[in-house]
């Protein structure tokens, strides 16, 4: 069992290499074939989270965070970085971004960031619920 974060954006190039297919160019995801074989393996930070909607303003479109075994990454569109040592701050109060120390780490995570961001949906876009995507008919 794979004991490292892994992203779902992972998934479908870690099918086609479980299945000896090669990966399509255009998936941005890690295999994690060889963490399923050797739980010891190496395997780099790969959990991407993102908001790519302007439903809450602006400002909340395309926001990234990377994270690894020990730590999360946050890069904000507008350039403005955050980074936390689970270990260390499990609760992420102390920012290390501003410390010169953690440059080369926070460097290493920003190599993951997705290289193309996509447009933010536009306010007038509401969410549904669950329910409201898949009602139920007896309800």
Aim: net charge negative.
């Amino acid at each position: 069992m794979c004991q490292r974060p892994v992203g779902l954006i992972d998934l479908f190039p870690t099918i086609s290499d479980y299945l000896g297919l090669p990966p399509l160019a255009q998936w941005e995801g890690i295999s994690f074939v060889l963490q399923l074989r050797d739980v010891t393996a190496p395997h780099p930070p790969v959990i991407v989270t993102m908001n790519l909607t302007d439903h809450y303003g602006p400002t909340w479109a395309n926001n990234h965070a990377i994270v690894s075994d020990r730590y999360r990454y946050i890069r904000y569109r507008d350039g403005a970085e955050e980074f936390y040592n689970f270990e260390a701050d499990p609760r992420e109060w102390q920012n290390l971004a501003g410390n010169p120390e953690y440059r080369s780490l926070m460097d290493e995570h920003a190599k993951y960031l997705p290289k193309v961001n996509a447009p933010g949906l536009p306010k007038d876009v509401k969410a549904k619920s669950p329910k409201q995507q898949n009602p139920r008919q007896d309800d």
